[in-house]
């Protein structure tokens, strides 16, 4: 069996790379990218967690697959949003760079 | 390792193929199409395997092997998913896994691996060509390798494991998401040269016509699954009680019961995956992809699923029904749609001048072939053309993309600019391109049903003796597609191979590599093999000399013996096929061979508007684009954005904004003004006043200040000293 310490691990490093790469990276699409790398890192947390629980209990509890469900759909609505947004602010100012994107700054 | 785990690890090779191609081979060609290859390659072993076993197993259909995991709790039960294999399940992995083998190794030659690289190939564009010099320092034009070679194998690869996913599955669940995955690799394979805007648009347009279809199907799972309370095959057909309990409960629609009513929402996934009318529009615009693609998802396996499907749920859909007896409604749909589909499609075949479009046309008539046979009940015959025709199909495109090679060698060496896919453009490549020739004389005599040799004839004659013997009008439709199918195989061979070369391009066409050579060698051998397995006993001469292997081994998924007047044997449609096929032939070859002009077809003149009419695939496009599509576009660009948006959303929000300002401007110009900088003002100017007052009280002479501070001190002191503090 492989212990709970190694799903939260990597769940961190995950969340730890989409982290970084919202923060570093100037991209808007991959801006988003890293986002969704976080929701899944929380997403695979919930799932180590659920599978722990259920172990605990020698009962298949059904919350944590809920929780990872609404995420799921949170997300891909999220992303359809974004793109939407990314697409259009590129008709307008032909760039999909964030830094680039200074139209509220005065 | 018992059995059924080589079941599951089926479809594992190729994803994992995938994913290593994407995170480590994505910029080298040779380990891509090695790992790809050598991915499908174990499959196909594993798939062989559990062939060899299956057929030494007796009562497979009774004793499927499978295997049942439990999934994703969902309350008090499971979803489950597992791993199954009856003889339909054996049968579809065998063309499954030589098909997709077969198109692997012959995509690395298409691809044109090892060929230098073109200086104008960018990624999303078909390779351009490219520049070498020779040794006696002369320029030749040479195909140049795709740009994006890695890609392309990791893709297909995706695809290959969703398509062993759909056939090794025992349940729905695991079904759709292979499915869905298959339709997601569709659309990525079809827009595969994202650069060209037709391919784009043929993308989009197939992922949102097949998804149409998906999502009636997601509901009939849906009923399913709320009503049985399982996915799973055997569960649900295997039970007769389900089945009886299904077919006689009411539905709350039109009066259907449950199970004709779940049977129309899983037809209409098929009528979307197969491309039946009408929701046949996406797979003719797909052959924008490369041809590959074109022969694995869009002939050999991706439309066979949705057959498949059918198949798969024959029991459902004829629950209630019995051979001689009325059909169920999902079967009079089914007949229906699949004898027009199959008419429908084969005319507008009859008019393309793409060589790629005419084989995308032959592929909706024949699938129309299968969803017929299903509805009529002739269950084996569905199977027996899904399997022969898989592998004939695959042949022809691949072919069709070894032709297209050949011509755009041609192309390159007289830099000719003609169009290397228009069949009007070619002309006597029978003697330049030799091997292709004859496989694709194979592939195309076993789509019209060349009598007795051909997998093509058996396959196609059993459904016209099914439907004769149970429905005339679906019989005499399929005659004439029959007929007409013969017509335009023939006429694309003239037009291709015979005669003599109508371009130059043609004239210097060139044969491919042995390594697309070789699969179509392959496939031809089965394009005319796979039909002696099927011969009926009753079939006069040739019947028994080989016994009827397939209709034993798939017939007994029935259980019961669902198609015993097979055995009498009645000369009508065997004569039907026969004239249909050599008639079409003849005839396509008569009216073709005379055919000189590369701009105006022979039959474009005498048949006027008719020619026009399927040329223009009888304006079914333009007919969507007026009904569907403008209509959507007005919503989202006119009504939603400009009257939603930017009149309501934006002018609730502009108003918003106005308000803001008129309040804003009120507390300027009746508080902030008068009070507060009045108020600050006054004190400013009070502060100013009161010191202009002052300031002769500071004249800045030290005698003044002294005398003025001894004035204030006596002043002081009188007034301390007068109220007696002092």
Same mark, same amino acid.
């Given at each position: 069996?492989?212990?709970l310490s190694w799903y939260l691990t990597f769940s961190a490093v995950l969340f730890s790379i989409g982290l970084f790469t919202v923060l570093a990276r100037r991209h808007a699409i991959v801006i988003l990218m890293g986002i969704e790398l976080m929701l899944n890192a929380v997403n695979i947390n919930l799932l180590a967690f659920w599978h722990y629980w259920?172990?605990v209990?020698?009962?298949?509890q059904v919350n944590g697959m809920v929780f990872v469900a609404m995420v799921f759909v949170l997300a891909a609505a999220e992303t359809a949003v974004a793109l939407a947004l990314i697409i259009s602010a590129y008709r307008r100012h032909h760039t999909v760079v964030v830094d680039e994107m200074t139209l509220l700054k005065g | ?15 994992? $193929?995938? /994913?290593?191609?994407i995170t480590?081979?994505y ?5 891509? +199409? ?14 062989? /395997? ?10 497979? $259909? ?7 995991? !439990? ?7 499971? %979803? ?42 960018r990624p999303g564009l ?20 795709? #740009? ?18 759909? &056939? &090794? ?15 997601v690799?569709?659309y990525l394979?079809?827009g %595969?040269?994202y650069a060209k805007e037709?391919a784009r648009n043929?993308a989009v347009k197939?992922f949102l016509?097949?998804r149409?279809?998906?999502v ?50 899983? @037809? ?8 039946? @009318? ?24 991706? &439309? ?31 007949? %229906? ?53 898989? %592998? ?32 009007? !453009? ?13 496989? /694709? ?31 005339? #009008? ?22 291709? @191979? ?38 009926? $006993?009753? @079939? ?20 019961? &013996?669902?198609? $015993?007047? +097979? ?48 040329? !223009? ?8 684009q007026l009904v569907f599509i403008r209509p959507a576009l007005w919503v989202a660009d006119v009504f939603t954005y400009h009257w939603l948006d930017r009149k309501i959303i934006d002018g609730v929000l502009h108003g918003i904004g106005r308000l803001g300002l008129a309040i804003g401007h009120g507390f300027r110009e009746f508080i902030d003004r008068p009070l507060i900088n009045g108020a600050g003002d006054a004190v400013a100017d009070g502060t100013h006043e009161v010191g202009a007052r002052l300031r002769i009280l500071q004249p800045g002479r030290l005698q003044v200040y002294l005398l003025i501070a001894l004035v204030g001190i006596l002043i002081i002191g009188l007034v301390l000293f007068s109220i007696g503090m002092v």
């Open positions: 069996m492989i212990p259920s172990q209990r020698g009962a298949p | 390792m018992p059995f059924e785990t080589l079941i599951w690890l089926l479809p594992l090779p190729p994803l994992l $193929a995938f /994913f290593l191609i480590f081979a910029r080298r060609n040779s380990l891509s +199409h090695g790992l790809a290859i050598g991915a499908v390659g174990l499959s196909w072993l594993g798939s062989m /395997f559990v062939f060899w076993r299956a057929l030494q197993s007796e009562h497979l $259909a009774e004793h499927p092997w499978s295997a049942v995991l !439990n999934w994703i709790p969902t309350g008090d039960t499971w %979803f489950q998913i597992g791993v199954q294999a009856d003889p339909l399940t054996v049968v579809t992995l065998f063309f499954v896994a030589w098909t997709i083998l077969m198109i692997f190794i012959y995509s690395v030659g298409y691809h044109n691996y090892g060929q230098p690289r073109g200086v104008h190939d078909p390779p351009q060509g490219a520049e070498v010099k020779d040794a006696h320092g002369h320029h030749h034009r040479v195909p140049s390798i795709e #740009p994006m070679y890695a890609r392309f194998f990791a893709l297909v690869s995706l695809f290959a494991f969703a398509m062993y996913l759909l &056939v &090794v599955s025992d349940n729905l669940l695991t079904l759709y998401i292979g499915w869905e995955v298959m339709g690799c569709s394979l079809i %595969f040269w037709s043929a197939a016509t097949t149409i279809g998906d009636f199907m997601l509901l009939g799972l849906a009923a399913l699954y709320a009503l049985t309370g399982s996915l799973n095959y055997r569960a649900i057909l295997g039970n007769p009680q389900v089945l009886e309990i299904l077919a006689s409960t009411i539905s709350p629609v039109a009066g259907l019961s449950w199970a004709a009513l779940i049977g129309l929402l899983l @037809f209409a996934g098929t009528v979307g995956k197969s491309a039946q @009318f009408p929701l046949h529009v996406w797979l003719p615009d797909a052959m924008e992809g490369p041809t590959p693609v074109s022969a694995m998802i869009h002939a050999a396996t991706m &439309v066979s699923a949705g057959v498949y499907l059918m198949i798969r749920f024959f029991p459902l859909l004829s629950a209630g029904w019995m051979p001689g007896e009325p059909l169920t409604p999902p079967m009079v749909a089914m007949a %229906f749609i699949g004898a027009f589909t199959a008419l429908f499609a084969a005319t507008i075949g009859l008019a393309q001048r793409d060589i790629k479009r005419v084989l995308a046309y032959s592929t909706i008539s024949q699938l129309g072939y299968m969803i017929a046979a299903l509805g009529i009940g002739a269950y084996v015959a569905a199977t027996f053309h899904l399997v022969t025709h898989a %592998f004939f199909k695959a042949l022809l495109f691949l072919a069709s993309g070894s032709v297209i090679h050949g011509m755009e060698h041609g192309v390159y060496h007289t830099d000719e600019h003609v169009d290397p896919q228009d069949m009007f !453009n070619m002309g006597g490549l029978r003697h330049k391109m030799p091997v292709t020739f004859w496989t /694709f004389l194979v592939g195309g005599l076993s789509l019209a049903g060349f009598p007795l040799i051909t997998a093509g004839f058996w396959s196609k004659d059993e459904i016209l003796t099914a439907a004769f013997q149970s429905n005339l #009008p679906v019989f005499i439709t399929l005659g004439v597609a029959a007929l007409l199918t013969a017509f335009y195989t023939m006429r694309q061979l003239t037009l291709v @191979f015979l005669g003599q070369p109508r371009t130059a391009a043609a004239a210097q066409a060139q044969e491919s590599r042995l390594v697309m050579t070789i699969p179509l060698v392959v496939l031809a051998i089965f394009a005319l093999a796979a039909g002696w397995v099927g011969i009926p $006993a009753s @079939f006069p001469l040739v019947g028994g000399i080989l016994p009827n292997w397939f209709e034993a081994f798939v017939g007994s998924m029935l259980g019961h &013996v669902g198609e $015993a007047d +097979h055995l009498i044997f009645t000369p009508t449609p065997l004569l039907v096929s026969i004239l249909a096929s050599l008639g079409g032939l003849f005839l396509g070859w008569w009216v073709y061979q005379s055919q000189r002009d590369r701009v105006q077809d022979v039959l474009a003149k005498p048949l006027g508007g008719l020619y026009r009419l399927w040329q !223009n695939k009888y304006y079914i496009d333009e007919l969507y």
